[in-house]
Nanobody, 122 residues
Framework: QVQLVESGGGLVQAGGSLRLSCAAS????????MGWFRQAPGKEREFVAA????????RYADSVKGRFTISRDNAKNTFYLQMNSLEPEDTAVYYC???????????????WGQGTQVTVSS
């Protein structure tokens, strides 16, 4: 099993920044990629960004490209989502996930964190 714990959510004004963290523990050798997803009220969970533990190859949803940056710290078993130029449309619960590929699909990830709320006011 892999445990994921997110932190760093909160309330921010439009144009502001937040950094989310996701600390992984347990059998982390079973996972090769980490992803961030988000879910707004009444909407499906959607892909935000993903990264491989080893090579750092990243991928982003078009809606966040150029504003969000995913990164990892292997020594701390932690990965991050730096969110800049936040917009009200970014308001959602953000989830980190772990799996074997840096897929954009929810079903590709085996482990999930509990979620952290991000609210962007206009």
């Amino acid at each position: 099993q892999v445990q994921l714990v997110e932190s760093g959510g909160g309330l921010v004004q439009a144009g502001g920044s937040l950094r989310l963290s996701c600390a992984a523990s347990g059998r982390t050798f079973n996972v090769y990629a980490m992803g961030w997803f988000r879910q707004a009220p009444g909407k499906e969970r959607e892909f935000v960004a993903a990264i491989y533990w080893s090579g750092g190859n990243t991928r982003y949803a078009d809606s966040v490209k150029g504003r969000f940056t995913i990164s990892r710290d292997n020594a701390k078993n932690t990965f991050y989502l730096q969110m800049n130029s936040l917009e009200p449309e970014d308001t959602a619960v953000y989830y980190c996930a772990a799996g074997r590929t840096s897929s954009i699909y929810v079903r590709s990830y085996d482990y999930w964190g509990q979620g952290t709320q991000v609210t962007v006011s206009s």
